[in-house]
Each structure stands twice: as C-alpha cells, then as structure tokens.
C-alpha cells in the first residue's frame, strides 16, 4: 500500500475499533479487550512504517475537496512532516500502552467496554489532528477530544470529584475554544483557505493581514487546550478519573495537542512579536507556578498534573523563541516519561492503597513490595528532573538552548526579551522541578512504619507496560543527533553553559529537598500514623483509585493537601504552602469574578421570568378567568331560570325603550 492509504488507516482502525467496542460491548464482552487493543496496536505498526518511509524527508500531501462552500473551500487533507510522522508514533505507543495497562487495571469494572472504546476514540481523535492538513478537519479532532475526556475523567461518576472535574475540564476547554475557532475563521480570511500547507505559503509572502490578532485568539484556544496559565486549573482537578486517562491525556493527546498544533503554525506565531511576548510570558507564569503548586501537594497524581503543566510550559517556551524542533524533541520525551510516571502511580496507589504521599511517607517496605515500579519509576523521576543521561536533560537542554540564542539576539523570529524570559523561567523551574519530584520520591519509597495491606503481584500487563516506557525514558536522548534531520532544524545537542546551568539547578534543588526531608525525619510528630489509607487489601487497582479519590478529602479536609509535619515541601516553600496547594486561589478568584456573578445573573433571569413575566402572563388571564366564572355561575341547567331571565330581561328592555322615548318627546 502506499504511504498515503497507511496513514489514513492510522486514524481510522482506533476508530472502528471504538465503534465495533461500542456496540459489542454489552452483546458480546469477550470481544471487548482484542478491539481495545488489536486496533491500537495495528495503528501503531503502521504509524511506524509511515515514519520510516517518511525518514524526515519530503513532506507527504494528499488532499480531497470535502465540501464546497461557497467562500473558503474545506477539504479532507493529509499531511505528514518529521513532526507528524514522530508524533503519531507516540500517541500510538502510549495508546497501547494506557490500553494494555488497562485491560489488568480496569478488569473487574463494570463500564470498562464504554472506557475502552472511549479511549479508542480519544486516539483516534489524536491521530486526526496530527496527520490532518486542514484547519477545519483538525478542529473536528481538537472538539472530540475535548468530548472523551468529559466522559473518561468522569469515569467514577459515583465520586462528586469526578463528577466536578470532568464538567470542570469541558468548561474551561470550551471557554478557550470559542476565541479559537474565531481565530481560525479570520486566519481563513486574511489567506483565503484552511490548508496548512497553503496557509503557511501566505505567511512566508506577507500575506496576514492581522498577524496579532489572529495569533492571540489562537493562542487563548491552545491555553485551554494545554493548560496554561490562565486557563490551567482543570487539569489537576482531572486527576479524579482513572489512572491509565491521565497517562493518556498527560502524555500523549488532549494537552500535547495544543502545543503541536502551535508547532505546526509557528511561522503564523512568529509574524506578530507581539503573540510571541505574551507566549513566552504565559510559558513563565505557568512554569514557576506550577512548580510551587507541586511541591505543596499530598495527591501523588496532583503533584503529576502540575508537573504536567510545567513541562508544556517549557514547550510553550521553546515555541516563544521560535524553536518548534526543540518543543517537540521535549513533547516526546516528556510523553514518554510522563505516561510512566502515571501508570507507576497507579502501581502505587494499588499497593499502598492511598493516593496521598502523607500516608505513603508513613508505609514501610513500599519500594520491596512493586520493584517493578520503584525501580521505573525512580528512571521517570530523572528524566522529569533532567538529569543526564536521561531523555528529559537532553529535550529540556533544547529549550534552554534555543532561549539563550534568543536572548542573545540570535533569533530572527522572536524578541531577545522573550528569550530572557524563557531562560530565567526555565532555569528556575528546572530547580523547582527537582525538588518535587525528589520529595515525590522520598515520601513514596523511602517511608517509615508499618507495611500497607498486602494486593498481591501486580498483573504482568501492568508492570510489563511500566518496562515497555522505561526504555524511551531512558534511551530517547541519546537519539537528539538524528531528530534534528526529522525536525529539519540546527542541532538540538545541548551547550555547556545550559548544561552546566540547568543540571547544577537541578541538583541544587534534589539535595535542598533532601535536606529538608533529612531534618524531618526524626521531628516529633513526623510518623503519627495520619489515616488515610482506605482501600481493602483484595481490592482491584481501580477500586483503590476510587476509593484513595473518595476519602481524600474526608480525612484530610483537602483533595489537595495534608497536615503533614514530616513534609519537606512544607519546609522549603514556609508561608507559601498554603497558597501554592490551592493552585494560589485562581479557582477561588475565578468563582468571585465569573461563577459567582454568572450564577448570580441567572438568579436574576429567573427571578424575572418567574415572579415578573409570568405574572403578567398569570395576570392577563385573570379577568377573563373571572368573567367565565361569574357566566358559569349561570349555567344551571334550569329551563324555568332560563325563561325567566329571558322574561325579565325583556320587561327591563321594554321599560328602557319607554323611558327613551318619553325623553325624547
């Protein structure tokens, strides 16, 4: 088959397999796990061949007309760069992953058929925006994403959590889509088609009329879309849902779409200095934060999810100073690792039956228990925190890289301001994110006190999986010389001066985190037993999810932190803590700013609709209600009333006409 009809099946065996799970998943459940898996994993042989025969060499295009439409035609466009071609090995290989993985983490679940082809569709939907070659048939994909993950983050609707989040996450993805989907319609406009290909042929020829604007509108839509700052908050309120969704939508769909499509469109970016500013200032705001934010939470999968919007914030940086090879290399790396670091804490939270690392701190022999997964996840750890030889240190060099030959005016797309902003951010996050995922680390496997509820051996399909994620984790670093061909970009090697910078940063942030941990240790308090382990020991790994989700709160009076003494978190960021484990208040000032007066606005309508417009409705009818009332009175059914009436009302006609005439005369 050519080049061409592989790609297309790419998509669309994910999608058969969604609706052949979908429709047999109550008739025939024997069928469900070999079309959960057997389509995601024919969809990534052929991912792979289609990245082997592509080679990141020419681009490959194919179009077909859609539907005409009278202005800016749509059609249904294929193309596949060095970009394309490696992003869709990653989705494809985290998709078979998340669904290998759950076939062991979901078994007993009564809804895993709909679970199973919902994330079929969700990589499907992936697929779509990573191959597609027109702006409108990638929204489609952009839409049904944000459609699965409502459903799968609310996948333990029981939880008033899930229920929360997964509303919580539709609502703020739309909020941004809306000034998305305009800035694709004037982006149309101004070139006069949706096609990527052209679009980006009228760019490079001053053909964008309103570049800023344009730019801003699409950057709002890639904010929710990726969680950035401002619109970030739903993304560690969807750690509610299943384990295996976070690892699909941290790693390798949802969140990754937002920062590739901006990789795709950079050129469109670049023509407004403007855009690229306030890219790189949103790429500093939401790193530092998402930092501090994660070294105050107890939730090991919170502390996941902030480290989430931290690296997209440096793939938001890379892009800001006009590196689209370097966010990438970074995207793939940290999909890789960042899966892992998930379906390692599902491990976790099976085992030691609690989501919070407060009680996990007061587990002994964690770490014996799931060799497997300390030993994964001690490899995920180090790519998260960059350290070298790992693949996080060489893809976060990338960014570093790129940032300082921005901020030395070595760029021709991006002010050297946005790349001083990118470095400093970056270094900083770089130490920040040390110190969180050391202290996820300590008080994960190096606890003290009595041993947690024995699960038993962890499935193979789980630890299996955690091995298969290691290997990028570890070796796609050292890749870095052949991805610059793909990405058609200057070497991502890394520099000695970044090198040197952001490893001693990072080191300085494990050993202040060990420190501080060194010196709790053995402060009266630190090993008070603090309750939260919830799960019972025959429990599926699901259920202890669930469960760990439920109780979190109840016990500690946060789904986001504990009153942990023994934390070195608590330490390190002192009269910070607090507001960095409530995400700094954003939530609380989006309530008082927008739910509160909208909701307050809909008290109003109603209040009007009820008590003032239906009361004129009520009102109006009023008086001929009475007037039928007092007829009705009439109505006796007597004939003999009847003919009196009629009687009398002829004697008082006659005796009107009389007097009449006499006045008359």
Known sequence: MTTTTLAVLVPLLPFLGAVAGLLLGRTAPGFVRPLALLPTVAALALAITVAVRQGGGADIDAATRLTPTGSVPIDLALHIDGFAALVAVLVTVVATCVQAYSTAYLRDDPRYASYAALVSLFTAAMLLVVYSGDLMVLLVGWEIMGICSYFLVGHYWETPEARAASLKAFLVTKLGDVPFLFGLFALAADTGTFRIADILKEVASGGLDHPTLIALLLVVGVAGKSAQFPLHTWLPDAMAGPTPVSALIHAATMVAAGIYFVARLLPVFAASAAAMTVLAVMAAVTMVGSGLAALAQDDIKRVLAYSTIGQLGYMTGALAVGDAGAAVFHLLSHGAFKALLFLGAGVIIHAAGTNSLAAMSRTGDLAKRIPDAYWTMTIALLALAAIPPFAGFFSKEAVLVAAEHTALGDSATSPSGAGWIVLVSGLLTALLTAAYATRLWLLAFRGRG????????????????????????????????QLAGWFDVHSLTPTVTTAILGTGV?????????AAWRALRFR???????????????????????????????????????????D???LLLGPLHRHAAVGFHLDALYRTLFVRPVRAGAELVRFLDREVIDTYVRGAGTLPRWLGSAVRLTQTGNVQTYLAALLAGSVVLAIAAVLVAAAGA
């Open 506 to 514: 990072a080191a300085v942030g494990g050993i202040m985190t060990y």
């Open 450 to 481: 009595p041993a947690a509820a024995d699960h038993g051996k962890q499935p193979p399909a789980m630890t299996v999986t955690l091995w298969v994620l290691a290997v990028p984790s570890l070796a796609l670093g050292l890749a870095v010389g």
């Open 524 to 566: 009266a308090g630190t090993n008070i037993p603090l309750g939260a382990v919830a799960a019972h020991p025959e429990a599926d790994p699901a259920v202890s999810e669930e469960e760990a989700i439920a109780t979190h709160k109840a016990v500690y009076g946060s789904i986001a932190s504990a009153p942990d003494p023994g």
């Open 568 to 570: 070195p978190g608590r």
